[in-house]
């Protein structure tokens, strides 16, 4: 099982960036689709972004499309979400996931972290 630990969270100004991290415990990590999920108090955790095994493929939901950039690194089991342009509404606890294939990731059914806020002041 890939453990996976957030970071890079904070508090952050309307139009602002902030670049999140995840770091994945498995030797396999470059097997894994990789993406990010968010979620706010009461609702459901809502998809983000994932990132293909080589990095060459990506896929955003429409909310964050032209601000937010997902990437990875897989020399350092990493993967990154650097988000400008950031909004109000973008406030939540960012969780990393992986799974073995994108529409695992999509839908939810990965390997989680423990999550990472992010706070956008307006």
């Known amino acids: 099982q890939v453990q996976l630990v957030e970071s890079g969270g904070g508090l952050v100004q309307a139009g602002g960036s902030l670049r999140l991290s995840c770091a994945a415990s498995?030797?396999?990590?470059?097997?894994?689709?990789m993406g990010w999920f968010r979620q706010t108090p009461g609702k459901e955790r809502r998809f983000v972004a994932c990132?293909?095994?080589?990095?060459?493929?990506?896929y955003y939901s429409d909310s964050v499309k032209g601000r937010f950039t997902i990437s990875r690194d897989n020399a350092k089991n990493t993967v990154y979400l650097q988000m400008n342009s950031l909004k109000a509404e973008d406030t939540a606890v960012y969780y990393c996931?992986?799974?073995?294939?994108?529409?695992?990731?999509?839908?939810?059914?990965?390997?989680w972290g423990q999550g990472t806020q992010v706070t956008v002041s307006s």
């Open positions: 996931t992986s799974a073995p294939n994108k529409d695992r990731v999509i839908g939810g059914a990965g390997n």
């Open positions: 498995a030797r396999t990590f470059s097997n894994y689709v």
């Open positions: 990132i293909n095994w080589s990095g060459g493929s990506t």
